[in-house]
């Protein structure tokens, strides 16, 4: 069973804050990660996505993967409280068929 | 680039009905498209994957005569709920994969089914 497993939260931190979000991954064979935002009652839209280990960084956006822990994480720098969402990390497969894998999503709340 | 739609956005049927949801990709050709259910304060579920011109895989425990999914075209996948009843009420959400993309996908604005 591939599972994808995320802190559900809420996680809070004051605007202008460093938020760091958090994803463990079972299936060690799986090849590329994504981080999706989802606001309530709205359908996921894509943040970022990274493939090899270290770090990937997109403007306030940080990714962070360690093959070896089997372990990902998004860092959100001066968090605003538009960020204030549900945040969804997903793990691609390995084989052809790149079936992605969705965690339940961790909230996070940034308030002013 | 990379938009995907869904029509409708939002339905209200009665238990027993039919309802077609359509996913289109509207600047590019999909050679996959994945069909998600959600419910409140839920994760994605993934229903099935479909590709262009061959039938669509399940995921276990999602019943194939009640979900009828057709990707006809590269850049059309429907979803057809058959006999709707109040418990399939939920956030349908689809998402396309481009061609020659190994990975990413991009997701649909969802549409929300409610069952009376």
């Known amino acids: 069973q591939k599972e994808v497993e995320q802190n559900s939260g809420p996680l809070s931190v004051p605007e202008g804050a460093i938020a760091s979000l958090n994803c463990t991954y079972s299936?060690?064979?799986?090849?590329?990660f994504f981080w999706y935002r989802q606001y309530s009652g709205k359908s996921p839209e894509l943040i970022m996505f990274i493939y090899s280990n270290g770090d990937k960084e997109d403007g306030r956006f940080t990714a962070q993967l360690n093959k070896a822990s089997q372990y990902v994480s998004l860092l959100i720098r001066d968090s605003q409280p538009s960020d204030s969402a549900t945040y969804l990390c997903a793990a691609h497969a390995s084989g052809g068929s790149y079936i992605p894998t969705f965690g339940r999503g961790t909230s996070l709340i940034v308030h002013p | 680039g990379a938009v995907v739609s869904q029509h409708p956005s939002w339905v209200i049927c009665k238990s027993g009905t039919s309802v077609k949801i359509e996913c289109r990709s509207l600047d590019f050709q999909a050679t996959t498209m994945f069909w998600y259910r959600q419910f409140p304060k839920q994760s994605l579920m993934l229903m099935a994957t479909?590709?262009?011109?061959?039938?669509?895989?399940?995921e276990q425990g999602v019943e194939k005569d009640k979900f009828l999914i057709n990707h006809a075209s590269l850049t059309l996948s429907t979803l057809t709920v058959t006999s709707a009843h109040p418990e399939d009420s939920s956030f349908y959400i689809c998402?396309?994969?481009?061609?020659?993309?190994?990975?990413?996908?991009?997701f649909g604005p969802g549409t929300r089914l409610t069952v009376l």
């Open positions: 479909s590709n262009e011109g061959s039938k669509a895989t399940y």
């Open positions: 998402s396309a994969r481009a061609r020659g993309v190994r990975d990413t996908q991009y």
């Open positions: 299936d060690r064979g799986s090849q590329s």
